[in-house]
């Protein structure tokens, strides 16, 4: 495709380094999921994938940048369910999430668990809601700002239990961990790909996981819909993309390498000891993606509407 100056060649892609940007902190669960796919792509690609962490405004920051850049094949993206919730939450979007970018493929669906500091004053979840509604003025919840899965999941919960909270954000739920380790945050929403070793070590206490059924992972962590929430469910989608315009030949390499890693044993493994596991192969393609981004768009704009969650 012929761009201003330069000819975008696809046939030899790729022939340098390429960059995934990840719109959260380093050393969270997004940033856990990239890191895996991007080294497994990177080995069929025989290029190096690098992945730059581009926080802030709940993943819109780094979806903004991607939205921007080249369409040569040598910036990706990977985000989650928060692509299709920032329209909703954004009134003033600097980008379109559905048509700014090209779809590669769906990548895995992580489950959540909620999660408060080790010395909470709550044995389960019954005494968990007892003890935040007799504290709501005084209990944190932490996140990684408005478009984040923590975020959507507080927003659910908070809704479910008629009670709104104090929010703590951060650019991510990594950071977000440490503070709770450390005790300078009450709970969170979080994903299994980032609390799962803090769980099984007794770092943090787990109340529920956010799943229809347990987890084989964490067999005896309750559902939150048996613990007290019913129908209470948020499985954190991730997909990867490109900017809009990047030649086709190019997606088809792109796709190609995210379906090798989807198979490949040490990716599977680690997904595994996280709670969650590669999106099945004809879930995996470009099309699929572009209609599930669309769909997920539609599905959460009434409910943000709804619990009145938005940013000017
Ligand atoms: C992260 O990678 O930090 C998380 O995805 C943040 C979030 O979405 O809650």
Partial sequence: AMLGATTVHAEDYPTKTITMVVPFAAGGPTDTVARLVAQSMGTKLKQQIIVENVGGAGG???AARVAKSAPDGYT????????????????KL?????????PVGLVTDVPMTLVA????PAKDF?????YVKANKAK????NAGLGSASHLCGMLFMTAIGTDLTTVPYKGTGPAMNDLLGGQVDFMCDQTTNTTSQIKS???KVYGVTTKTRLPSMPDVPTLNEAGLPGFEVAVWHGLYAPKGTPKPIIDALSGALLTALKDPTVKQRFADLGTEPVPEARAKPEVLRAFLKSE????APIIQKAGAYAD
């Fill in 126 to 130: 019954k005494e968990l809601l007892a």
């Fill in 297 to 300: 768009i539609d599905r959460w």
């Fill in 94 to 102: 600097s980008y379109n999430a559905l048509t700014d970018f090209e």
């Fill in 76 to 91: 990706i993206f990977l985000h989650h369910i928060g692509q299709s919730t920032a329209p909703a939450l954004y009134r």
């Fill in 117 to 120: 500091r080790k010395d909470f």
């Fill in 202 to 204: 007794g770092k943090i």
């Fill in 139 to 142: 209990v944190t919840y932490a």
């Fill in 60 to 62: 819109t920051i780094g």
